[in-house]
């Protein structure tokens, strides 16, 4: 085999795995790209229906006392301040939520452009482990969940004990 046809070999091998280095950037890319866009509506949704739900209920209870029972004559009004408590705070939690998703989001994005990066280049990234961050938004969405149901139920036994 010739200097020439050696060159021409390297050559082709080196624009192969170019184009093998390009697509899989590609394809990564879009993959997270979709994954990305896809948890954020849903986190979007699920945080919006607590939330509005929640403030909602607020609502409800204050044009409650408001137009119907007066609170100095309410009976178990103890209930009525522990379901705005759950409220406020599923509210709470939804904000902070929103902040953790962000910030884990932003620190998954630019770990993924590095790792990108290093795999057009032919090496093997390390990933680093955000479990933390999304452990915590888990809990804190079974703490909105289990906080507005308690805090709807206190306010149905509000209402309930005020109307019968």
Not at 83 to 102: E, H, Q, T
Request: net charge negative; hydrophobic share 45%; glycine share 8%.
């Amino acid at each position: 085999m010739t200097e020439q046809e050696k060159y021409e070999k390297d050559l082709a091998e080196c624009k192969e795995n170019e184009e093998r280095n390009w697509k899989l950037y590609e394809a990564s890319n879009d993959y997270i790209k979709m994954c990305n866009e896809r948890q954020s509506r849903n986190i979007e949704k699920l945080d919006t229906w607590i939330m509005t739900v929640a403030a909602g209920s607020f609502g409800v209870s204050f044009a409650f006392i408001d137009k119907i029972v007066e609170i100095k004559g309410a009976v178990l009004a103890g209930f009525l301040i522990g379901g705005w408590s759950c409220f406020l705070c599923v509210l709470a939690f939804g904000f902070i939520g929103f902040i953790i998703s962000s910030i884990r989001n932003t620190l998954a994005a630019e770990e993924e452009r590095e790792a990108l990066i290093l795999k057009y280049d032919g090496k093997e990234p390390e990933y680093k482990n955000r479990s933390v961050l999304f452990d915590v938004n888990i809990v804190m969405g079974y703490l909105q969940i289990l906080l507005f149901i308690g805090g709807s139920v206190c306010l149905f036994l509000f209402i309930g004990a005020n109307i019968f």
